[in-house]
């Protein structure tokens, strides 16, 4: 992400003047899938990838947006019925529209935004897009009274009602609180945070871009969710404690077994274990012991293949040619459907599979897959 870039572009499509630029990073996950909606752990990092944007009051109560990479400009009002049809601009009206709802007296700015993160590829461009307006916005006209966590839950809330993706807090969480060299253990029902330090020696993240997208991929999303949350009311009228699937033992959901449907059954038999897979990953890395942490990551892979339903025949393909040349850990990243695999992979072997993966996938599906390295980096900032 290049500054000069993006403000070359502001000085040439608005008036000349130039305003504050901002970045937002998209994140990996290291272990923890689905579990932020049920109150569970995750184990996000934010990446050296993500959303630059330049921005300055303009005086009205018009927002007038431009994309960059997308070549596309949207105007829109600040009032809920002016609500822009292009998906892009939906992210930024729906942050608009929820830092008004926090009492930010937002006014009309100009904008424009540029990207290195891939869309659709799991990595939380969307959340980047709305961390980077919600930032500014609180830097521009709220004097930054809100804290990072109310942004992060402005970006969660645009989501869900300007976008059809009832999403959990980790994507808007790591884009935010995001630190170089640092994962973040999330506690998704106290919002309790922790960094933990991730340079492990000899290894490297890759992630591997299977390019597949699941036209569907929101509403299976929205459908998993509801379906922990039938599990949580079933189990609830025995345990009335029990707030989230979190709270939930292997031995509560089965004596709900006969009151839910198998599918909901799976599901959270799913997000139980990776609860635990977190907790467990987390003590694997403070002792340095990276063949558990990879152990682990194949057993969420294969939970989010088999028991939650949220893999695809790509994704499954790449996790066992990672299997078959011996790379640590493997598994789908993100809420999946499509999208990539990270993969924690010894340096020595590192050139070995991105190549065998790269000929494996072309043969059998006949594109390319795409390759991407990431660094943990810092989260969300002012940068001119
Ligand atoms: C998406 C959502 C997150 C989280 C993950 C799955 O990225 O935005 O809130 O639920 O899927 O872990």
Same mark, same amino acid.
């Given at each position: ?180 060299? =640092?994962? %973040?253990?999330? $506690? @998704? ?6 960094? +933990?330090?991730?340079?492990?020696? !000899?290894?490297? &993240? ?112 790449? =996790?066992? %040619?990672?299997? $078959? @040349? ?6 789908? +990243?993100?809420?999946?459907?499509? !999208?990539?695999? &990270? ?42």
């Amino acid at each position: 992400m290049d500054i000069e870039h993006v403000r070359s572009r502001f000085i040439k499509h608005f008036d000349g003047t130039t305003g504050a630029v901002y970045v937002a990073p998209g994140r990996i996950n290291l272990i923890g899938e689905h579990t932020d909606y049920n109150g569970g752990y995750v184990l996000p990092g934010a990446i050296d990838k993500g959303i630059m944007a330049e921005v300055k009051p303009n005086g009205t109560d018009m927002v007038r947006a431009y994309s960059i990479d997308m070549k596309d400009y949207v105007e829109f009002g600040l009032g809920e019925a002016d609500a822009p049809r292009a998906s892009w601009a939906r992210y930024i009206f729906g942050v608009c529209r929820e830092m008004i709802g926090c009492g930010v007296e937002v006014k009309g700015f100009n904008t424009a935004f540029a990207g290195d993160v891939p869309l659709g590829a799991g990595l939380s461009s969307s959340a980047a897009l709305e961390s980077v307006y919600a930032y500014a916005l609180n830097d521009l006209f709220g004097e930054n009274r809100l804290d990072k966590l109310q942004l992060a839950r402005v970006g969660q809330r645009a989501e869900h009602n300007y976008c059809g993706v009832q999403c959990g807090i980790m994507d808007q969480f790591a884009s935010l609180f995001g630190q170089k060299g =640092n994962l %973040v253990r999330l $506690d @998704c029902k106290t919002m309790d945070y922790q960094y +933990m330090p991730f340079q492990p020696q !000899g290894f490297r &993240l890759v992630l591997l871009d299977s390019t597949a997208k699941h036209e569907l991929a929101s509403s299976a999303y929205n459908d998993r969710r509801r379906s922990c949350e039938a599990v949580v009311a079933a189990v609830q009228k025995r345990h009335p404690a029990v707030e989230y699937l979190r709270d939930c033992s292997m031995d509560m959901l089965d004596e709900v077994k006969a009151d839910i449907t198998s599918d909901d059954y799976r599901h959270a038999q799913y997000v139980i274990e990776e609860v635990q897979r977190v907790l467990d990953v987390c003590d694997a890395l403070q002792k340095g012991d990276y063949e558990t942490v990879g152990q682990k990551m194949y057993d969420t892979h294969h939970g989010m293949s088999r028991l939650y339903e949220a893999s695809c025949p790509e994704l499954d393909f790449l =996790n066992d %040619v990672a299997f $078959d @040349c011996g790379v640590t850990g493997s598994r789908t +990243m993100g809420g999946g459907f499509g !999208g990539c695999t &990270l993969n924690l992979v010894k340096e020595e072997l590192y050139g070995t599979f991105v190549g065998q993966a790269r000929e494996v996938f072309a043969q059998r599906f006949g594109r390319q897959l795409k390759v991407y390295d990431v660094a943990i980096s810092d989260g969300a900032r002012r940068v001119d």
